[in-house]
């Protein structure tokens, strides 16, 4: 079974701090994927990112960056200098990759609020 | 284009009585999904669809039926609908070739 836990419910930071949102999982399976989704206020889910387990390089995007450690089966998140738009709901999953169906399991999500 | 759209939007019912919520993908998408978000429980999914007349049992499909007659459209239905079943939904599509899922502005529904 997978599992996906993200330990932080809420944070709370101010304008151009950085933060880091933690993203711990559990699968049996040496294939997966990894991804973060964004839910902002108006509440769609936005896709952020896809890694693959067989692919640990970080990655770098504008502000924001993702940290994967296989060995500590951890894929987390940072946003760098965070601004009010940041604030919103963000959501860590995985998927099989050799499953039919690419089902999600979505850890309990993290709420960021950015005050200014 | 759309992507993903979801028929309602918001929706109140009474206890027992039933609905179906529509998805409407125009990505020409094979895989198709229905979750449900509860505060503190992230997303989980009810059931999904892998083709055209196939569906299968997520981890909470109690209560829920579902059926995809056409690829590009995916039925959630409520027989009896209990106030258990308060929540968001959201229908999702992604391709067999890709996994990352784009969602539906999701359906908040309440039972009363």
């Known amino acids: 079974a997978q599992k996906v836990t993200q330990a932080q419910t809420e944070i709370s930071v101010v304008e151009k701090e950085d933060v880091t949102l933690d993203c711990v999982y559990e699968?049996?399976?040496?294939?997966?994927?990894l991804f973060w989704y964004k839910q902002p206020p108006s509440g769609e889910l936005v896709f952020l990112i896809r890694?693959?387990?067989?692919?640990?390089q970080n990655e770098i995007s504008g502000r924001y960056s993702w940290n994967f450690q296989k060995s500590t089966s951890s894929f987390n998140f940072t946003i760098t200098a965070s601004q009010v738009v940041d604030s919103a709901v963000y959501f860590c999953?995985?998927?099989?990759?050799?499953?039919?169906?690419?089902?999600?399991?979505f850890g309990g999500g993290t709420r960021l609020m950015v005050k200014p | 284009n759309a992507g993903v759209t979801q028929t309602p939007k918001f929706r109140v019912l009474k206890t027992g009585q039933s609905m179906t919520l529509l998805c409407a993908q125009d990505?020409?998408?094979?895989?198709m999904y229905w979750y449900r978000q509860d505060p503190g429980m992230g997303l989980r999914l009810i059931h999904y669809?892998?083709?055209?007349?196939?569906?299968a049992k997520g981890e909470v499909p109690d209560g829920y039926n579902v059926s995809r007659l056409k690829k590009q459209n995916f039925l959630l239905g409520l027989e009896s609908a209990a106030p258990s079943q308060t929540s968001v939904y959201f229908c999702?599509?992604?391709?067999?070739?890709?996994?990352?899922?784009?969602f539906g502005q999701g359906t908040r529904l309440t039972v009363v």
């Open positions: 999702a599509s992604s391709r067999r070739s890709t996994p990352e899922a784009f």
């Open positions: 699968t049996r399976d040496t294939t997966y994927y």
């Open positions: 890694r693959n387990s067989f692919d640990e």
């Open positions: 999953a995985l998927s099989e990759a050799f499953r039919a169906g690419n089902m999600l399991t």
């Open positions: 990505m020409n998408h094979e895989y």
């Open positions: 669809s892998v083709g055209e007349g196939t569906t």
